[in-house]
């Protein structure tokens, strides 16, 4: 998932990137911020790469990378709410340092959805990886009283779930995606793959590795247990 707050302006230069690790383990995003070059500690925007939270068995077939079906579970909702509700301190609180110049002062007003852009995959492990934008997001963009309208008879109207905050996100079709999955479809991309495991320096190293995977056999629940799965044993 990739997030995106910007307010560029012509005196902008980009430093180094900075880590930012969020309370949950799993979720640890990284990040690079735009600094304004005539004023000292001023970020203009930020780039966020971050993963899902705890989901449920995951497994890709080892040759086409072939994704199994997998979904978040309530640990890894509660991963990407912490990590939103991190990200949300950090950069919407205006007591914070990195507070970005533009964004409301009150981290509780409503974000227009012109200054952030969320993308997030939709192949493979996509369920997951949507799920765990939204509660990103839920952390992030909490609700708020503030998101209401008024009507012309008079009324006003907030949005459900206390003032519930509906950020749009930018799903990639399954296969669609070069930019965060560019192995899909890639004929060179399986190629190598298939190159790599015939090799002798592979299957020299698959036989070492024989008295290990031997070991583990009995944790995997009849996952298949070899190097060439190592990915599947990982995960």
Not at 78 to 93: A, I, M, N, P, R
Not at 205 to 218: C, G, I, Q, S
Request: charged share 15%; with cysteine.
């Amino acid at each position: 998932m990739v997030l995106t707050f910007l307010q560029p302006t012509s005196s902008s230069v980009l430093v180094p990137p900075f880590g930012l690790y969020s309370p949950a383990k799993l979720t640890r995003p990284i990040s690079q911020a735009l600094y304004d070059s005539t004023m000292a500690s001023k970020v203009l925007g930020i780039l966020i790469l971050a993963t899902n939270g705890d989901r449920t068995e995951f497994l890709q077939d080892p040759y086409t990378y072939a994704p199994s079906f997998t979904e978040s579970t309530p640990l890894g909702a509660v991963e990407s709410f912490q990590l939103g509700s991190y990200l949300k301190s950090t950069y919407l609180d205006s007591s914070s340092p990195l507070h970005i110049r533009g964004m409301p002062l009150d981290p509780a007003h409503p974000i227009p959805p012109s200054k952030i852009n969320v993308h997030a995959k939709s192949g493979g492990g996509g369920a997951a990886i949507f799920d765990s934008s939204i509660a990103l997001l839920q952390g992030l963009f909490p609700p708020t009283s503030l998101n209401k309208m008024d009507l012309a008879n008079g009324s006003t109207i907030v949005s459900p779930l206390g003032g519930y905050q509906y950020v749009p996100v930018e799903m990639n079709t399954e296969g669609g995606d070069r930019v965060l999955e560019p192995w899909t479809d890639c004929k060179a991309f399986k190629k190598h793959v298939a190159e790599v495991y015939t090799s002798e320096e592979f299957k020299q190293t698959a036989k070492n590795a024989e008295h290990f995977f031997e070991a583990v056999r009995d944790y995997m629940f009849g996952r298949p247990t070899s190097l060439v799965d190592m990915w599947n044993v990982c995960g």
